[in-house]
């Protein structure tokens, strides 16, 4: 068989690559290879020893990426790095010593540094060459070719952006490089054959072999390929090897010539093997029926229902290959209230998604609608009463399916903001929905809308200044309640004066007639009993179901005035409401800062919400259940998930204390979703998968042309590469690869179903450490937040007393040595206590001293840069300059930006780094603040005034950017320079402003982004993105400055600073005298 092939590595006699996850080999010329490492590992980027009798790669075997060697005849692996960070080996070097990359010792995100170790291991030993990606060596050992910023220019077609590759040449014994050629197809990968530079480069529009002269000059385009990216160049000799499209390709550089390898595997395929995964572990929606005693969901693509607390379970649809979205039980005319047994769900097969609807006692389908011009679906929401279903598209179209007649109508095709929280009055006839607010934040929130079935009209029923979210109508048809936001009971931000109004949220209830009563009038409760009772004796006469729903009629013409509020529900954070007989629930958030959320992650188990249920008739409130994910009520009953458990339950009945205890059945309330078997098929679901994420694209991004990437064709050019994937990792650099087509920023694929690999994690000390023949000296400990473990080193912690010049000999009693490092005995002991036995720097005896080590030095390395940063720009300045370094524009952006802002405005100037920033949403945050503009100051009796704004700065203001800037990183860069804030000095930034949404995740859980929010600038019109912001001063970090710790960029804002504060000075206020407040012709006291 042929693989999906990746990272070929050539030595004098073999290949090397990477395919299954796994390191083969096999002759040089291809044929049949042979696989090196076992399957419970995933391999990366192998590269030959000089004399081609090992092989080094990475491996996460033991979790985190580590670097290993085998002999290429086979045998165990040695582990050659142990640290908490990934490591990547790049190239050996002629001396027998591997160099690999890493970010061990970042101080920020993208601070990737390349090391050299010997094949037996030891401690690594940075290369001093600063902040890298790749390496290669001439045959002289010094003289290099240094890749910055990227790798891979596949992932990011024709990328023109301030990270684009860029290659620098020069000597590591003499510290002289220079820039070695200008290309705007950024290259990367560079290696030395015969006396000249070979480089990928998409110059032309595609990744093609180029090579130039060692001096830059005679730039030459080796191959000409017009559909896939060459990746992953190495060389040996005068032959080089790459791969396109999971295909390896030789290139020969005397004869001038490409081959195809034909590499042929023998291959188990494990991962390809069909097998079965737990319903619950991949719930991706459950509905429960009318009824109370069915449930309907789909899990991992798979749509399935079943009874409640019933032996079976009945699956719908095809077993693989399709993916089934959004089931929800559809209503009935005959007997309103109870449902006909059919389901209507989402389906992609055909690769398209159509409507389908499923008989729930025959296991049959009965009808499929095509959604002709209607992009990705959002929401189905079925009548309760009809064969109807109201579907939601992303493009804000709101339209209903009548599965009886087989027309559609267009309800509304919102150009304001998406369409969400549609609802069914319990008769079907209204349907009332929320018109989103295109704004930031605002979330559900909108203007909502009733819709009669009847008369075909549609209603607005309040404004966006107040906007409404989550109606539900009232079971007996008097009330509509909806959630709104308008307490506005704001809370001051006391380190940056500012107020939010984090709670906000309160329960209102709409009263339909005009004559109606609001549900908390006294008369209200006794009006309900009358009105039941008679209901229920006419039932008894006509002999009819006393649930049919009653009429529902609203009477539209003044029914935003008739809103009232709930008296009960103090203001908060809500979502989700729903109503039940009698009652309201919903969800109850905790507040949640932005340092305990992630974009694709989400929250924390305790950042979820409460369940709260208010009973309308005595008005009790109650907590039912924490730790919700999401929740139904219908009729009597709620269905609760959670991230452990379903439970059914009656409306306003909270859970048992425990009930695993008694089992999953009806007495304990737990639902056993352990009864439904959920097949996967790899192969079937990645097809699916890869055409769904093609479709997402084509639904979301942004420009309807696509940016003018003909992107049927582009489906159609990688879909016969699928064939040749048996990972899933194979599949996720597939997907990367088609839409890096797109030429846009903001393409990801992340997460989904991986093999599970253990994980031991190496425990760090918080300090610098060197060899010196007995010990491993403490050259650095350092320099934290001590309040912060996670941000402190353990050697500085109270009660240790290590200093710099000790030397650790021991970890937990095992004597270290120059392989035996520190490291390699803190193996697994992240975040443990261990003992250490320290040799003062002066001699005398050992003492043992026991420390709590850290899982990641990244917090504290980054505190320790900037403290140093900071004192660095004090003390360049005398003390008139400010330093602030914002990392990102999101929660620890803000954080660093609140915590430093208010001390280091006070300055007569100030310097904002945001170098390294790596986006966000908040930038407008940041420059509104940095806009303040002194104009008056407040002048107390005692002590030291303020300045209005309060914090403002005085003098003159510098920012930092690089290539690593970028999103909402150029956002700020930009918007720095059009408010004339001050020079921006540095490098161009990432250019990536196309803003992306949570759009929902794959059948296996995988999310990808499509980017739908186009920045247009005033100034730029479309001129970032794919380019990045310009600075007024532009200097470069390059690998010499880097390696010997100096900032150039740094430097130059202080010297700028410093300038422009020279010419307009900061002076104190002239206050003159204190007016006089006598009165006139009195004597002065």
Request: aromatic share 8%.
């Amino acid at each position: 068989m042929t693989g999906y092939l990746r990272s070929p590595a050539l030595s004098e006699s073999q290949l090397a690559f990477v395919c299954e996850d796994a390191l083969w080999v096999a002759e040089r010329d291809g044929g049949l290879a042979r696989r090196l490492t076992s399957e419970d590992q995933s391999i990366a980027a192998p590269c030959f020893s000089p004399d081609g009798r090992h092989v080094a790669f990475a491996s996460d075997v033991h979790g985190v990426p580590q670097v290993y060697a085998v002999p290429v005849e086979g045998g165990v692996p040695e582990r050659l790095t142990f640290e908490a960070e990934a490591c990547t080996p790049v190239v050996f070097r002629p001396d027998g010593r591997l160099v690999f990359r890493s970010t061990r010792e970042a101080n920020l995100r993208s601070s990737t540094f390349l090391y050299q170790i010997g094949l037996g291991g030891g401690g690594p030993e940075r290369l001093p060459v600063g902040r890298a990606m790749h390496v290669a060596f001439d045959e002289d050992d010094d003289t290099v070719a240094i890749g910055l910023n990227s790798v891979d220019n596949a992932r990011w077609k024709r990328y023109r952006g301030g990270m684009a590759g860029d290659v620098w040449i020069g000597s590591l014994a003499r510290q002289e490089f220079r820039r070695l050629i200008e290309l705007a197809g950024g290259p990367v990968r560079p290696v030395f054959v015969g006396g000249r530079v070979y480089f990928l480069s998409d110059e032309d529009g595609v990744g093609n072999l180029w090579s130039c002269a060692a001096d830059g000059t005679d730039a030459r385009q080796h191959t000409r390929s017009r559909d896939f990216y060459a990746r992953g160049l190495s060389a040996f000799g005068h032959e080089l090897v790459y791969t396109r499209a999971g295909v390896v390709y030789r290139y020969d550089t005397v004869r001038d010539e490409e081959a195809q390898l034909a590499v042929n595997l023998r291959s188990s395929g494990v991962e390809l093997r069909r097998r079965f995964v737990p319903a619950f572990d991949c719930l991706q929606e459950l509905e429960l029926a009318v009824d109370g005693k069915r449930v309907a969901g789909t899990f991992r693509g798979k749509a399935v229902a079943m009874e409640c607390w019933g032996a079976g379970t009945r699956p719908f649809g095809l077993p693989s290959g399709v993916r089934y979205r959004l089931a929800r039980w559809l209503g009935a005319p005959p007997k309103a209230g109870v449902l006909s047994g059919e389901i209507v769900v989402v389906s992609d097969e055909g690769g398209e998604e159509g409507l389908e609807v499923w008989n729930y006692a025959t296991g049959e389908r009965t009808s499929r609608s095509a959604l002709e011009g209607t992009r990705r679906i959002w929401d189905v929401v079925a009548s309760p009463a009809r064969r109807v279903a109201a579907v939601i598209d992303i493009s804000g179209k709101l339209q209903l399916y009548d599965f009886d007649s087989g027309d559609v109508r267009e309800i509304a095709a919102s150009e304001e903001g998406p369409i969400r929280s549609a609802t069914w009055s319990a008769d079907g006839r209204w349907l009332a929905y929320i018109e989103g607010i295109r704004e930031l934040m605002a979330g559900d929130s909108g203007v909502l809308h009733l819709f009669d079935t009847e008369t075909g009209e549609s209603t607005q029923v309040n404004t966006a200044d107040l906007p409404v979210s989550f109606p539900a109508f009232d079971p007996d048809g008097r009330h509509l309640y909806v959630l709104s936001e308008r307490t506005f009971n704001p809370v001051i931000d006391t380190a940056l004066f500012g107020a939010i109004c984090p709670q906000d949220s309160r329960v209102y209830a709409y009263v339909l007639a005009a004559d109606g009563l609001s549900p908390f009038d006294p008369r209200w409760v006794e009006l309900v009993e009358v009105e039941e009772k008679a209901r229920k004796d006419e039932a008894d006469k006509k002999d009819e179901d006393e649930d049919r729903p009653i009429r529902v009629e609203i009477d539209l013409a003044g029914l935003d005035a008739r809103m009232v509020e709930f008296p009960d529900v103090e203001a908060g954070s809500y979502t989700d409401l729903q109503a039940g007989k009698g009652c309201v629930m919903f969800l109850a958030h905790p507040i949640v800062g932005l340092l305990d959320t992630d974009f694709f992650e989400g929250e924390g188990d305790e950042s979820l919400p409460e369940l709260h249920h208010l009973d309308l008739k005595t008005g009790e409130l109650k907590t039912i259940l924490a730790g919700v994910e999401d929740y139904q009520a219908r009729g009597n009953r709620t269905l609760i998930v959670t991230r452990k458990e379903v439970h059914l339950l009656k409306t306003g009945e909270e859970p048992p204390e425990d009930p695993t205890r008694e089992g999953k059945n009806r007495d304990t309330g737990l639902i056993d979703l352990g009864r439904i078997r959920i097949e996967v098929v790899p192969g079937d679901e990645w097809r699916q998968m890869y055409l769904e994420a093609w479709r997402m694209q084509r639904d979301h991004f942004w420009s309807e042309d696509m940016a003018q990437v003909d992107w049927e064709a582009m489906r159609d050019r990688y879909l016969p590469v699928l064939e040749r994937v048996a990972t899933r990792s194979e599949l996720s650099d597939l997907i990367w690869e088609l839409q890096g087509e797109l030429g846009t920023s903001h393409a990801y694929e992340t997460s989904g179903d991986y093999p599970a690999r253990e994980h031991h994690p190496v425990g760090l000390l918080g300090a610098d450490l060197t060899w010196d023949g007995s010990g491993y000296r403490i050259d650095r400990i350092l320099d934290g937040d001590p309040w912060r473990l996670e941000a402190s080193s353990p050697l500085a912690d109270v009660g240790v007393r290590c200093q710099t010049g000790d030397s650790i000999v021991a970890v937990d009693g095992q004597p270290v040595d120059a392989l035996r490092t520190p490291n390699v005995l803190l193996a697994e002991r992240a975040k443990s206590h261990v003992e250490l036995t320290v040799v003062p720097s002066g001699g005398g005896e050992p003492r043992r001293v026991v420390v709590r080590t850290l899982a990641s030095e990244g917090p504290l390395r980054y505190r320790d840069w900037v403290k140093r940063t900071r004192a660095h720009v004090l003390a360049r300045s005398e003390g008139k300059l400010g330093y602030l370094h914002i990392p990102d524009m999101d929660g620890q952006g803000l954080y660093e930006f609140r915590r430093a802002f208010r001390a280091e405005s006070k300055r007569h100037g100030l310097i904002v780094d945001v170098r390294n920033n790596g986006g966000g949403f908040v930038s407008e945050l940041v420059i509104d603040h940095l806009r303040h503009e002194v104009i008056q100051y407040e002048r107390p009796r005692h002590g030291r005034g303020m300045t209005y704004p309060i914090d403002a700065v005085r003098g003159p203001m510098v920012a930092l950017c690089d290539q690593f800037a970028g999103s909402d990183g150029d956002i700020f860069c930009h918007a720095f320079k059009v408010y004339g804030l001050g020079p921006l000095i540095g490098k161009r930034t990432w250019g990536g402003v196309i803003g992306i949404d949570m759009n929902g995740a794959l059948a296996d859980g995988t999310i990808v982004t499509q980017p739908e929010y186009a920045f247009w600038s005033t100034k730029l019109a479309w001129g970032i993105e794919n380019r990045g912001v310009e600075p007024d001063i532009e200097v470069e970090l390059d690998p010499a400055s880097m390696a010997a710790g100096r900032d150039p960029q740094l430097e130059q804002g202080i010297e700028v600073a410093l300038e422009l504060l020279a010419q307009n000075p900061v002076e104190e206020p002239d206050w003159g005298p204190a007016p006089s407040r006598r009165p006139s012709g009195s004597p002065a006291g």
